[in-house]
């Protein structure tokens, strides 16, 4: 269904939602996106999504993100919060609502996606260090962009701080005797 609100009206509530709740935007509409913006409430960024059925803006949080293993970009999300408001009732009055209505349901909601995203960063570095040091350890130099390396004798995965998967080559009988009697002594040692 065709946008009916122009391009110019939704830059200009946007930028009037942002001054009204002290903001800024994050995030205009553009041509290739003239449906969509995103505005910093000093409590958190929002998103706004143009409905073209109905003449309303949807308002919700705008998730916080981190880098993954590799290095790809991902959303940590919880449970959807948003409101609607009726576009002719101005950027004053939605950034009312949105004070009113909005924050104070959705700020817990975000606070805990962002508590979340710097475990998942705090993870990621330990696995990164865990990684470094094996590796130095053994003499091997791990790929910058994975958890994984490999040895002559065996390929690698660091998963956590102090948890390594390993798989060996082909080995003899006895060498696999010797290395699964290091594993259990290790295991009965934790």
């Known amino acids: 269904m065709r946008i009916t609100t122009s391009l110019p009206e939704f830059k200009k509530l946007t930028a009037g939602l942002a001054k009204a709740l002290g903001g800024s935007v994050l995030r205009p509409p553009t041509i290739e996106n003239d449906w969509f913006a995103e505005v910093q409430a000093p409590e958190m960024p929002l998103s706004l999504d143009l409905r073209s059925h109905d003449g309303r803006v949807e308002i919700g949080i705008s998730w916080p993100t981190y880098k993954d293993?590799?290095?790809?970009m991902q959303k940590v999300?919880?449970?959807?919060?948003?409101?609607?408001?009726?576009?002719?009732?101005?950027?004053?009055?939605?950034?009312?609502?949105?004070?009113?209505k909005l924050i104070p349901e959705a700020k817990p909601v975000y606070e805990a996606a962002v508590a979340r995203c710097s475990q998942i960063a705090a993870d990621l570095?330990?696995?990164?260090?865990?990684?470094?040091r094996l590796a130095k350890l053994l003499g091997a130099r791990p790929n910058d962009h994975t958890d994984r390396f490999s040895l002559d004798v065996a390929d690698i995965q660091v998963r956590s701080e102090n948890d390594v998967r390993f798989e060996a080559f082909s080995v003899d009988v006895n060498t696999a005797v010797k290395v699964v009697a290091?594993?259990?002594?290790n295991k009965k040692g934790e």
């Open 69 to 72: 293993r590799d290095r790809n």
């Open 77 to 100: 999300t919880g449970r959807p919060v948003s409101i609607t408001a009726a576009l002719t009732r101005g950027a004053d009055a939605i950034a009312k609502d949105i004070q009113r």
């Open 182 to 185: 290091l594993l259990r002594a």
């Open 125 to 132: 570095t330990n696995l990164v260090r865990t990684r470094t």
